[in-house]
T-cell receptor, first 111, second 115 residues
């Protein structure tokens, strides 16, 4: 029951915006977002919880639509450093029941 | 403060052998999770330990096991290695429940190659 991420890959110019979606076929309690650069470990971006508020970090924010069982990651005015693969991870409860990662979205930001 | 430390960073094993990987979480963190990452299967959750108890387990065969010690350090073991076990094994630590809003920190991983 791996979540679906879209798009699979996206290429942007510096300064452009991007949206990465993560959707599940089941009810979710939490959605995590990570970014991984080539050859490096994933870096935790944020977690969104059922009933919680939209999260934000500088120019990267995310939303969680519980009814639609999906989350979206918003990258505003993208920078070169945003390049990498973005993964969402979803869980059924606050103990990480059935926690599973999406396949990833590869983001490339060009100068 | 020191980050999550994983050892060894790189290792090569022969099919049929077993391997033990170690993870030292950030000081004060009580939750340790393990993940396997491969080009074909992506990032997959192995298990999570909290205060020496395994709380969650991913869909992996019994050859994959782990444990957590009283100082929160964790080890994972893979027995009877198969070629398909070649992967990057990542450890992540969190202050408490990693699925309730606590930030999760990853180590640099242990690259395992099975020949």
């Amino acid at each position: 029951q791996q979540p679906v991420q879209s798009p699979q890959a996206v290429i942007l110019r510096e300064g452009e915006d991007a949206v990465i979606n993560c959707s599940s076929s089941k009810a979710l309690y939490s959605v995590h977002w990570y970014r991984q650069k080539h050859g490096e470990a994933p870096v935790f971006l944020m977690i969104l919880l059922k009933g919680g508020e939209q999260k934000g970090h500088e120019k990267i924010s995310a939303s969680f639509n519980e009814k639609k069982q999906q989350s979206s990651l918003y990258l505003t005015a993208s920078q070169l450093s945003y390049s990498g693969t973005y993964f969402c991870g979803t869980g059924d409860d606050n103990y990480g029941q059935n926690f599973v990662f999406g396949p990833g979205t590869r983001l490339s930001v060009l100068p | 403060k020191a980050g999550v430390t994983q050892t060894p960073r790189y290792l090569i094993k022969t099919r049929g052998q077993q391997v033990t990987l170690s993870c030292s979480p950030i000081s004060g963190h009580r939750s340790v999770s393990w993940y396997q990452q491969t080009p074909g299967q992506g990032l997959q959750f192995l298990f999570e330990y909290f205060s020496e108890t395994q709380r969650n387990k991913g869909n992996f065969p019994g050859r994959f096991s782990g444990r957590q010690f009283s100082n929160s350090r964790s080890e994972m073991n893979v027995s009877t290695l198969e070629l398909g076990d070649s992967a990057l094994y990542l450890c992540a630590s969190s202050l408490a429940q990693p699925y309730s809003g606590n930030t999760i920190y990853f180590g640099e991983g242990s690259w395992l190659t099975v020949v």
